[in-house]
């Protein structure tokens, strides 16, 4: 049985959504962005990170460091990733997943709907046979505990 991508997301998708991408240049025209791209992206300030993961995955492994923990399968999901967008203010929010797969259904959800300001991270966290995670990249990661308790209110 498909997928239905509306209620999957919690939202209407085929709504118009007025959104400003500001990025730096070499991702302008993408939607998929390294580990190391993204880390830089959001090192500069022009991305936020979303963790779609679920949270015995992020206890498991730690949260990527600035990274907002989203789990993709609450029912509120839909909700809290366009709040995540909202709080982006104008800056792609870059969704990370343990190998890029699940972020990736994401974004082909998101592609469908016509829904600009998401890019996905390949690789995920522990990397795949096509791109290296955030963990093999040696990138920061913190706690779970630590990650949530400096999620903004409005994503909680």
């Not at 907002?68 to 366009?82: A, I, K, N, S, Y």
């Amino acid at each position: 049985m498909p997928l239905n991508r509306r209620r999957f997301l919690g939202t209407t998708l085929t709504a118009p959504v007025p959104f400003l991408i500001a990025s730096p240049l070499w991702a302008r025209d993408h939607d998929i962005w390294s580990a190391q791209d993204t880390y830089a992206a959001m090192t500069a300030n022009t991305a936020r990170l979303v963790d779609v993961r679920r949270p015995d995955e992020w206890r498991d492994t730690g949260v990527a460091e600035g990274a907002w923990p989203l789990d993709m399968t609450d029912p509120r999901f839909g909700e809290r990733l366009f709040a995540a967008r909202e709080l982006a203010d104008g800056r792609p929010v870059a969704l990370i997943c343990r190998t890029g797969r699940r972020s990736g259904f994401i974004m082909d959800q998101l592609r469908q709907g016509q829904v600009p300001g998401f890019v996905d991270v390949a690789g995920g966290m522990l990397g795949s046979p096509t791109a290296t995670g955030w963990i093999d990249s040696d990138l920061p990661v913190v706690s779970s505990d630590s990650a949530l308790s400096v999620l903004p209110s409005l994503l909680a």
